[in-house]
């Protein structure tokens, strides 16, 4: 069976300071993965998404970068914090095209992140 | 770009009774799949129904393509089914769901 998690689970850090979170599939060949985030109370957005290594597409500008270094890993970074970033950052996959009539996506447990 | 409208807002149901919630959306839809979000923020799938209409469980959605809405239907409620309900659309093939801002459900016992 296919397992996703995320790490860590919850961050606090200051503005400024850089940021990693990671994301990791297994159970599962070359996987699309994609990264969500959700300020309290607010609509999911998607940022971006991977459909094979080392390719990732930029969806929305939110001063964070991601990169897909192996099959199953997807990570999230910045250099910089800022307040803004706060919010719940998931980590999702799908077998297919998700756009494909009935192809499904799959999210990790998620990371609160807070920024001071 | 594509717009999702859930309605409505939020539900309080005793125990038992049944949920109705609606999804409309601006543009033709490719894929679209209903989420359950729990009060600690984790999703999980619950439908994928671009057309048609589909049953799992007490689910039942019902996708009206040319109308561009999809309705959820939860049967007997439960304190479980107590969370947020999510509707995202694919208008594209793209990869770049857009999704509503949910449905709150709180049942109680």
């Known amino acids: 069976a296919q397992t996703i998690h995320q790490w860590p689970v919850a961050e606090i850090k200051a503005v400024g300071s850089p940021l990693s979170l990671g994301c990791t599939i297994k159970?599962?060949?070359?996987?699309?993965l994609y990264w969500y985030w959700q300020a309290t109370g607010g609509t999911l957005q998607q940022l971006f998404y991977?459909?094979?290594?080392?390719?990732v597409e930029s969806v929305v500008q939110l001063n964070l970068s991601a990169s897909r270094p192996k099959d199953d890993q997807f990570i999230l970074s910045t250099e910089k914090l800022l307040l803004s970033h706060s919010g719940f950052y998931l980590c999702?996959?799908?077998?297919?095209?998700?756009?494909?009539?009935?192809?499904?996506?799959?999210f990790g447990p998620g990371t609160r992140l807070t920024v001071l | 770009g594509q717009q999702v409208q859930q309605s409505p807002a939020s539900l309080v149901l005793q125990e038992g009774e049944n949920a109705e919630l609606q999804c409309n959306f601006s543009?033709?839809?490719?894929?679209l799949q209903w989420f359950y979000q729990s009060p600690g923020g984790s999703l999980v799938s619950l439908l994928s129904?671009?057309?048609g209409t589909k049953h799992t469980g007490r689910l039942t959605s019902t996708t009206v393509t040319k109308e561009r809405r999809s309705s959820l239907h939860i049967s007997s409620s439960q304190t479980t089914d107590s969370g947020t309900y999510l509707c995202?659309?694919?208008?594209?093939?793209?990869?770049?769901?857009?999704f509503g801002k949910g449905t709150s459900l709180v049942v109680h016992p």
């Open positions: 543009s033709t839809a490719t894929q």
């Open positions: 991977s459909i094979t290594v080392g390719q």
């Open positions: 999702a996959w799908s077998l297919e095209v998700w756009g494909n009539n009935y192809a499904e996506q799959f």
């Open positions: 159970g599962k060949s070359s996987p699309n």
């Open positions: 129904n671009p057309s």
């Open positions: 995202a659309i694919d208008s594209g093939g793209n990869y770049k769901p857009t």
